[in-house]
């Protein structure tokens, strides 16, 4: 039975409603973030009130906070395109995955990871390539209790794959001399923490870094890219921060740091709108958070840093964040030719302004259902050949099974028969 969307209507006309409120409210909001934006230019004076959030009476800061010198960016400096660099080399990586199936006749999962290489400037056809990862050994599948991994297992170590798929491309290509520099471009935020419900959560996370390294190692501009970032709010937090007068004010109203303060329901992405221009990035700062703590304590190099930048094509305009590391964020001439590949690569296709490196790997690396069925069928026949019977499904699962399909088992007999 298909959705009865007439019972629908009057609810989504009440949604509506409620949207066109909470947009009046934002605009609001929005007038005194950017009066309080373009009023951020002491630098000196922010970093005094970021020394009173990671001091030991406040708690709950997860805003953003300027970048130690040297290098650092006044929080409200805006930065035009850049010129192009006359040669590059971009790593694009992504993947997807099967979960593991308590049901299926043998646990297994898939990790297919795919990486797409574009020659900027130089005449050389791009490089695209799959690397597909089934795994099904115990120790794999399965925790110390027996059970299967979770799904957030197999998130992180993908995402693991992900990054270790970068960092042998572009050490690879650093070795033959390919064209400077080497971009590599990941599909998400750089900050990855395995949480202590991820299977051999430490280390999965030393596997990370050790990635990171390999990257820096080879001399690669690594960034995460992140399309659509709705809920960040990290900038509003800092610029919650900079309206409270002193220690005092800051420590009696640490709660609301929490929320933004009076900028609360505000995110990032309407600030940056509101005020770059296509093409501009804003400065370069850093989320302050325990996590990108330990990256630093870590290694120094392995901060994360970010910016946003307004990418554009002939058809429309995007907020985008862009993670960078340190040794990345550092470096500006790193930070220029980011900066311009970025918005080389968003407007090679149609109205979509983003990276083409990074659609490409997507397309190479999705699994569809049918990629997963003809999966499952060469595991039955490989079970069928080894003379292992597999399992029939449960009776509900077997029943969805037929419910959900393209062809039904069964069909209407004709009157009389």
């Avoid at 909470?22 to 950017?34: E, N, Q, Y």
């Avoid at 800051?250 to 600030?271: C, F, T, Y």
């Avoid at 302050?288 to 870590?298: G, V």
């Amino acid at each position: 039975m298909s959705l009865e969307f007439n019972k629908l209507f009057d609810q989504v006309q009440k949604m509506g409603d409620m949207f066109s409120h909470i947009d009046f409210d934002v605009s609001d909001k929005l007038a005194l973030a950017i009066q309080r934006f373009e009023a951020a230019d002491d630098l000196d004076a922010i970093r005094d009130k970021i020394a009173v959030v990671r001091g030991p009476e406040v708690s709950g800061y997860r805003g953003a906070a300027p970048m130690d010198d040297p290098g650092s960016e006044p929080i409200n400096a805006i930065y035009p395109a850049p010129a192009l660099p006359p040669s590059a080399t971009l790593i694009a990586a992504d993947g997807s995955q099967i979960y593991p199936n308590e049901q299926a006749p043998v646990h297994y999962y898939l990790l297919n990871m795919a990486a797409f290489i574009y020659y900027h400037g130089y005449d050389h056809t791009p490089i695209p390539a799959t690397y597909p990862e089934l795994a099904y050994h115990k120790a794999l599948v399965h925790d110390a209790s027996k059970q299967l991994v979770s799904s957030r297992t197999i998130d992180a170590r993908r995402t693991v794959a992900e990054m270790r798929l970068l960092a042998d491309q572009a050490w690879a290509l650093h070795r033959e001399g390919a064209p400077q520099p080497i971009v590599t471009v990941f599909d998400n935020h750089l900050l990855f923490w395995a949480n202590a419900d991820v299977t051999n959560a430490g280390q999965i996370l030393k596997d990370y870094l050790t990635a990171l390294g390999q990257l820096r190692d080879a001399n690669a501009i690594l960034c995460g890219y992140i399309d659509s970032p709705s809920r960040s709010r990290t900038v509003l937090r800092l610029l919650y921060l900079s309206s409270l007068k002193d220690e005092a004010e800051i420590i009696a109203k640490q709660k609301l740091l929490e929320v933004g303060g009076d900028l609360e329901g505000l995110r990032d992405s309407h600030l940056f709108n509101a005020v770059l221009a296509p093409g501009e990035r804003s400065a370069i700062m850093v989320p302050n958070s325990p996590r990108n703590f330990d990256y630093r304590q870590k290694n120094p190099s392995f901060e994360i840093a970010f910016f946003y930048l307004k990418v554009f094509n002939g058809y429309k305009t995007a907020m985008a964040r862009v993670d960078i590391p340190m040794w990345v964020a550092r470096d500006k001439a790193a930070v220029d030719a980011l900066h311009a590949l970025l918005l080389d690569q968003c407007q090679m296709q149609g109205r979509t302004p983003y990276p083409y490196a990074l659609t490409r790997a997507d397309e190479l690396a999705v699994v569809s259902s049918k990629d997963k069925q003809k999966l499952e069928e060469l595991i039955r026949l490989e079970l069928q050949k080894q003379n292992i019977q597999s399992p029939e499904l449960p009776p509900k699962a077997a029943s969805k099974r037929a419910a959900r399909s393209d062809k039904r088992p069964y069909q209407l007999k004709p009157e009389g028969r």
